[in-house]
């Protein structure tokens, strides 16, 4: 959810008439797609670690070093991926909306605000999803990243347990099938919600 707030922020940042936010919205999404995944979770733990502890000190000097959760730090991390990406999708699928639905909205008096909820967004909605879908998928499977910023995720997991029994096939082949089954999983969630979105929409004869 976090990071389709970024998305929408960075979509909207990029289809700005300012230029300042234009500029700032391509940066963004830039910055998060030109950047391995595991370098973000890196920069966010660690930077947000010393962010943490200057601002402590300045309240208090003598103040020790202080930790951001790993938890905290991965996820917000992962939220940034995500809305990197997802925003070039939203942007994508903003543009993509006919320009003449909007303007027949528009001479049956329907208010800018009207028009968007009724018109331009369920029309974008149906454009997004395949793009978030496969965006929502890859956010799956880079969860298991975060395990080098210590948290007890599955593949710390997994990696703890190969070290304890000495049996890596079998623990990394039960991680691999656990991530199939969710990968599986979420993309029937979002076959089904491709299906909802097109309902009513004219089929071409083949």
């Given at each position: 959810?976090?990071?389709?707030?970024?998305?929408?922020?960075?979509?909207?940042?990029?289809?700005?008439?300012?230029?300042?936010?234009?500029a700032?919205?391509?940066?963004?999404?830039?910055?998060?797609?030109?950047?391995?995944?595991?370098?973000?979770?890196?920069?966010?733990?660690?930077?947000?670690?010393?962010?943490?502890?200057?601002?402590?000190?300045l309240?208090?000097?003598?103040?020790?070093?202080?930790?951001?959760?790993?938890?905290?730090?991965?996820?917000f991390?992962?939220?940034?991926?995500?809305?990197?990406?997802?925003?070039?999708?939203?942007?994508?699928?903003?543009?993509?909306?006919?320009?003449?639905?909007?303007?027949?909205?528009?001479?049956?008096?329907?208010?800018?605000?009207?028009?968007?909820v009724?018109?331009?967004?369920?029309?974008?909605?149906?454009?997004a999803?395949?793009?978030?879908?496969?965006?929502?998928?890859?956010?799956?499977?880079?969860?298991?990243?975060?395990?080098?910023?210590?948290?007890?995720?599955?593949?710390?997991?997994?990696?703890?347990?190969?070290?304890?029994?000495?049996?890596?096939?079998?623990?990394?082949?039960?991680?691999?099938?656990?991530?199939?089954?969710?990968?599986?999983?979420?993309?029937?969630?979002v076959?089904?919600?491709?299906?909802?979105?097109?309902?009513?929409?004219?089929?071409?004869?083949?």
């Amino acid at each position: 959810m976090l990071g389709f707030v970024w998305a929408i922020l960075g979509a909207l940042a990029q289809l700005s008439s300012i230029g300042f936010l234009r500029a700032a919205g391509r940066g963004f999404t830039l910055v998060v797609r030109g950047t391995p995944e595991l370098l973000i979770i890196l920069i966010v733990y660690f930077g947000g670690t010393v962010a943490l502890t200057g601002l402590v000190k300045l309240i208090n000097p003598h103040a020790g070093y202080f930790e951001v959760p790993a938890m905290l730090a991965g996820v917000f991390a992962l939220s940034l991926v995500f809305g990197g990406y997802a925003a070039e999708v939203l942007r994508g699928a903003f543009l993509a909306v006919p320009k003449g639905e909007i303007e027949a909205a528009h001479a049956f008096g329907m208010s800018a605000y009207t028009s968007f909820v009724h018109i331009q967004l369920p029309l974008m909605w149906r454009f997004a999803l395949p793009g978030l879908g496969n965006n929502w998928i890859s956010l799956i499977k880079d969860t298991s990243l975060i395990s080098i910023v210590g948290l007890e995720e599955l593949m710390r997991i997994t990696s703890m347990a190969t070290s304890v029994n000495g049996e890596p096939f079998r623990f990394y082949l039960i991680a691999a099938l656990i991530y199939l089954l969710l990968t599986m999983l979420n993309t029937a969630i979002v076959d089904a919600l491709e299906r909802r979105a097109a309902r009513g929409e004219r089929k071409l004869a083949r």
